[in-house]
């Protein structure tokens, strides 16, 4: 089984990436409800919760894990890695790695929560494999909140996307990382704000074509993984607004179990 | 010391009444920053950590208990008052009593976060103080995030303001509770969409009041309150956004102490 964990609802795009780019294997998803959102709290609450998820899932029969919250990719995933001698996979590497593909001016922009943009996870990720590389990093702390509303096109998250993206339109970037796994939902607005002749970067893509590759390459593990094709979807606190959003984000109805972590 | 609790920053407009209308009364907050909002989640969880949050300051020495959070208020309130022999207030009945005593036409409107909504808490309890009343409730989930980002008096919190009242606009209510204590922070532009001939309840300032006259007719309990005038803010995940958020609404620096629940 593929785990697959967040803090709320935003992880979900990481999922339906997983089920559309490989369909067929098992997932199990853990949404820490009970406490999100991570991106507002700080790097030692984040580290303490993240733990906590991992090991829920792992105990459950996760087979590999993919952090699929940016906040907590960038502040705890060596400590993951180190836990556990299960593949695990964080959503920030393989969108810096698409962003360097695919940027020409070498201007690259990145959003995400407040946690993550402070961390300064991409701009060191960027600047490591592509020195020359300028990149324009900016919180954007009001998204999630507004999709886990399953406010996806209403004109106040227009505005507000407008508002957000607007330092980084003067600064001429070609590239833009969604650098948190809410953001893909308000991907078609992103790119409206921006101009098509910006390329905009999904994580939960991103992510799925590693795990993918990952696979082919690796077949005494892909030989073990779970192929049933069941979907588990745990939360560590139900609430109906999480179903609607959920099954608005996946486009068909879920469900939810509770967890106890 | 006058213990003050609420998920996160609403509190701090509780505590900002408290020393307003009873100087010198010391006072102890705790925010449950760490698992902040309350409001989007589900009954069993707000219960748990309403009572963890209420151990801490009777531990820390509190001698009255405000719980400055209306969803707590809501769910949790009976809970907190049999756990402890010391006064409990809660930030429902104060607004509701003045709400009542202020309505000509008895069309009050209440808002708040889904969980406070979804309890009915507030439409019971002015239907049995005042049976002819005709309430209308409204959940407002995102001014929590709004105002927690500082996003005082932004168009993007103006518009958002004007939907969420606008079912309130049409049914014609000449009160309206702010059933949450994030809000009063936004009362400016809430009176400006409804207009100057509605009343607006801010629940802090009825608390204060309710405090006030409580102790004026306890003296035995009021002779051995602290009246050092210490202000000692706790927190259970200290983030510089808060810091920025609680300085805005106190209007001074303060301090801010890492709790552990």
């Known amino acids: 089984m593929i785990g697959i964990f967040d803090s709320g609802v935003g992880g979900l795009t990481v999922a339906k990436s997983i089920i559309q780019q490989i369909p067929g294997y098992s997932i199990?998803?853990?949404g820490d409800t009970a406490r999100t959102p991570y991106g507002t709290k700080s790097h030692?609450?984040?580290v303490k919760y993240t733990l906590e998820a991992a090991d829920f899932l792992v105990n459950k029969?996760?087979?590999?894990?993919?952090?699929a919250c940016n906040t907590a990719s960038s502040v705890a995933f060596e400590?993951?890695?180190k836990r556990y001698d299960i593949p695990v996979f964080e959503v920030i590497s393989p969108a810096v790695d698409l962003a360097i593909e695919k940027t020409k001016n070498n201007h690259i922009g990145v959003i995400g929560t407040r946690a993550t943009i402070n961390s300064c996870v991409y701009e060191q990720k960027i600047k490591k494999n592509s020195p020359p590389a300028k990149v324009y990093s900016y919180p954007c702390p009001l998204l999630v909140p507004l999709v886990e509303e399953g406010w996806f096109n209403k004109p106040e998250t227009r505005m507000i996307v407008k508002k957000y993206l607007h330092p980084l339109k003067v600064r001429q970037i070609d590239t833009l990382i969604l650098g948190c796994t809410h953001y893909p939902i308000l991907k078609k607005i992103i790119q409206r704000k921006m101009g098509k002749q910006v390329n905009i970067i999904d994580s939960s893509l991103a992510v799925a074509q590693e795990v993918e590759q990952f696979l082919a390459v690796h077949p005494e593990l892909d030989n073990k993984m779970d192929k049933k094709g069941d979907e588990i979807f745990f939360v560590s606190d139900i609430t109906s607004q999480?179903?609607?959003t959920a099954n608005m984000i996946l486009k068909k109805?879920?469900?939810l179990k509770q967890a106890v972590t």
Chains 1, 2 share one sequence.
């Open 28 to 30: 199990i998803y853990f």
């Open 44 to 46: 030692e609450t984040v």
């Open 61 to 67: 029969g996760a087979q590999t894990l993919i952090m």
């Open 79 to 81: 400590k993951v890695k």
């Open 242 to 244: 999480f179903e609607k």
């Open 253 to 255: 109805k879920i469900f």
